[in-house]
C-alpha cells in the first residue's frame, strides 16, 4: 500500500522559509519520480517542483530560485526547502508519486498547510 505523509508546514511571515518533507513506503522509492504540488484556496492544484529518478529537477516558474527539491533515497523521503516565502505562496502543499501499472495511479499525501504571512 502507498502512502506518503508530509510534515514540516506552518506559519512564517514573509521572506522566511520551511523545508518540508514527504515520507513514503510503499513504493520502490529510488525508480520514482516524485512531485511536490500545492493548491491555494480557490485556485486549482498547481505542479510546483519534480524530482526525478535520475536525480533531475524541475520547478515552476514562480519559484525559480527560491525552492530546491531533494530526495534521500536511503530514507524513502523527498524535501522541498522553501526560501524567501512570499504570501502567494500560502497553499496545502501536497506530496505525489505517480504509479505505472495497467494505468498510471496518482498517489497523495495528506497535505500540509503553508501560510505566509506579510
Known amino acids: 500500500q502507498v502512502r506518503l505523509v508530509e510534515s514540516g508546514g506552518g506559519l512564517v511571515q514573509a521572506g522566511g522559509s520551511l523545508r518540508l518533507s514527504c515520507a513514503a513506503s510503499?513504493?520502490?522509492?529510488?525508480?520514482?519520480?516524485m512531485y511536490w504540488y500545492r493548491q491555494a484556496p480557490g485556485k486549482q492544484r498547481e505542479l510546483v517542483a519534480t524530482s526525478t529518478s535520475g536525480g533531475g529537477t524541475t520547478y515552476v516558474d514562480s519559484v525559480k530560485g527560491r525552492f530546491t527539491v531533494s530526495r534521500d533515497n536511503a530514507k524513502n523521503t523527498l524535501y522541498l526547502q522553501m526560501n524567501s516565502l512570499k504570501p502567494e505562496d500560502t497553499a496545502v502543499y501536497y506530496c505525489?508519486?505517480?504509479?505505472?501499472?495497467?494505468?498510471?495511479?496518482?498517489?497523495w499525501g495528506q497535505g500540509t498547510q503553508v501560510t505566509v504571512s506579510s
Open positions: 510503499g513504493i520502490i522509492f529510488s525508480a520514482n519520480a
Open positions: 505525489n508519486v505517480k504509479v505505472k501499472g495497467v494505468i498510471i495511479y496518482d498517489y
